[in-house]
Protein backbone atom coordinates (compact mmCIF):
# COMPACT_ATOMS: atom_id res chain seq x y z
CA UNK A 1 0.00 0.00 0.00
CA UNK A 2 1.20 3.57 -0.95
CA UNK A 3 0.09 6.67 0.15
CA UNK A 4 0.69 9.47 -1.83
CA UNK A 5 0.50 13.19 -0.20
CA UNK A 6 0.50 16.14 -2.59
CA UNK A 7 1.75 19.92 -1.64
CA UNK A 8 2.95 23.32 -2.70
CA UNK A 9 0.19 24.54 -4.93
CA UNK A 10 -1.65 27.69 -4.80
CA UNK A 11 -2.52 31.03 -6.65
CA UNK A 12 0.37 32.40 -9.08
CA UNK A 13 0.30 35.19 -11.96
CA UNK A 14 0.66 34.08 -15.41
CA UNK A 15 4.45 33.70 -16.48
CA UNK A 16 5.08 32.77 -12.37
CA UNK A 17 6.44 29.31 -10.90
CA UNK A 18 5.50 26.75 -8.62
CA UNK A 19 6.78 23.44 -7.65
CA UNK A 20 4.79 20.74 -6.31
CA UNK A 21 5.99 17.87 -4.18
CA UNK A 22 4.57 14.13 -3.67
CA UNK A 23 5.50 12.56 -0.78
CA UNK A 24 5.18 8.95 -0.64
CA UNK A 25 4.65 6.53 2.37
CA UNK A 26 6.02 2.59 1.91
CA UNK A 27 8.70 0.25 1.17
CA UNK A 28 8.70 0.24 -2.46
CA UNK A 29 8.52 3.63 -3.84
CA UNK A 30 11.66 3.59 -5.47
CA UNK A 31 10.61 0.49 -7.89
CA UNK A 32 7.30 2.47 -9.21
CA UNK A 33 6.51 4.63 -11.68
CA UNK A 34 5.28 8.23 -11.13
CA UNK A 35 2.62 10.41 -13.06
CA UNK A 36 1.44 13.73 -12.32
CA UNK A 37 -2.29 14.46 -13.67
CA UNK A 38 -4.51 17.46 -13.65
CA UNK A 39 -8.11 18.25 -13.65
CA UNK A 40 -10.15 21.29 -14.65
CA UNK A 41 -13.53 22.01 -13.59
CA UNK A 42 -15.46 20.31 -16.27
CA UNK A 43 -13.14 18.21 -17.60
CA UNK A 44 -11.75 15.19 -17.69
CA UNK A 45 -8.46 13.81 -15.59
CA UNK A 46 -5.21 14.32 -18.14
CA UNK A 47 -1.96 13.36 -18.36
CA UNK A 48 0.70 15.65 -17.24
CA UNK A 49 4.14 13.95 -16.85
CA UNK A 50 5.76 11.02 -15.73
CA UNK A 51 9.03 9.54 -14.39
CA UNK A 52 9.94 6.04 -14.39
CA UNK A 53 11.04 4.20 -10.98
CA UNK A 54 14.79 4.71 -11.54
CA UNK A 55 14.22 8.40 -12.90
CA UNK A 56 16.17 7.70 -16.18
CA UNK A 57 12.95 8.21 -18.35
CA UNK A 58 10.54 11.17 -18.44
CA UNK A 59 7.53 11.64 -20.50
CA UNK A 60 5.44 15.55 -20.87
CA UNK A 61 2.45 15.91 -22.21
CA UNK A 62 2.14 18.39 -25.20
CA UNK A 63 1.17 21.38 -23.54
CA UNK A 64 3.78 21.39 -20.57
CA UNK A 65 6.67 20.40 -22.46
CA UNK A 66 9.16 22.95 -22.17
CA UNK A 67 7.53 24.66 -18.95
CA UNK A 68 7.09 21.66 -16.23
CA UNK A 69 9.88 19.10 -15.31
CA UNK A 70 9.53 15.78 -13.47
CA UNK A 71 11.81 14.87 -10.89
CA UNK A 72 12.02 12.45 -8.13
CA UNK A 73 14.37 11.69 -4.91
CA UNK A 74 13.66 7.82 -3.98
CA UNK A 75 16.02 7.88 -1.24
CA UNK A 76 13.17 10.89 0.17
CA UNK A 77 9.95 9.16 -1.35
CA UNK A 78 9.46 12.12 -3.39
CA UNK A 79 8.32 13.51 -6.46
CA UNK A 80 8.57 16.85 -7.94
CA UNK A 81 6.69 19.05 -10.72
CA UNK A 82 8.44 21.88 -11.57
CA UNK A 83 6.15 24.35 -13.14
CA UNK A 84 7.80 27.28 -15.44
CA UNK A 85 6.32 29.93 -17.35
CA UNK A 86 2.45 29.22 -15.79
CA UNK A 87 -0.27 29.96 -17.99
CA UNK A 88 -3.99 30.62 -17.01
CA UNK A 89 -5.07 27.05 -18.58
CA UNK A 90 -2.90 25.48 -16.38
CA UNK A 91 -5.56 26.26 -14.12
CA UNK A 92 -6.65 23.05 -12.07
CA UNK A 93 -6.38 20.64 -9.42
CA UNK A 94 -2.66 18.51 -9.43
CA UNK A 95 -2.68 14.88 -8.56
CA UNK A 96 0.22 12.28 -7.55
CA UNK A 97 -0.39 9.28 -8.95
CA UNK A 98 1.92 5.79 -8.62
CA UNK A 99 2.21 2.89 -10.41
CA UNK A 100 3.12 -0.72 -9.36
CA UNK A 101 4.79 -0.97 -12.93
CA UNK A 102 8.26 0.88 -13.04
CA UNK A 103 7.48 1.53 -16.18
CA UNK A 104 6.02 4.90 -17.49
CA UNK A 105 2.72 5.03 -18.37
CA UNK A 106 0.06 8.00 -19.73
CA UNK A 107 -2.93 6.63 -19.21
CA UNK A 108 -5.18 7.86 -16.02
CA UNK A 109 -6.44 4.04 -15.65
CA UNK A 110 -3.26 2.44 -15.58
CA UNK A 111 -2.36 3.84 -12.49
CA UNK A 112 -2.42 2.27 -8.66
CA UNK A 113 -2.43 5.15 -5.71
CA UNK A 114 -3.44 8.70 -6.09
CA UNK A 115 -3.03 11.28 -3.91
CA UNK A 116 -5.37 13.64 -2.73
CA UNK A 117 -4.78 16.70 -4.92
CA UNK A 118 -3.37 20.20 -4.95
CA UNK A 119 -4.89 23.30 -6.10
CA UNK A 120 -2.65 25.53 -8.66
CA UNK A 121 -4.51 28.23 -9.51
CA UNK A 122 -2.88 30.67 -12.31
CA UNK A 123 -4.44 34.85 -12.48
CA UNK A 124 -3.67 36.14 -16.04
Known amino acids: QVQLVESGGGLVQAGGSLRLSCAASGRTFSSYAMGWFRQAPGKEREFVAAISWSGGMTRYSDSVKGRFTISRDNAKKTVYLQMNYLKPEDTAVYYC?????????????????WGQGTQVTVSS
Open 97 to 113: AARQSGFIELDVTHYDY
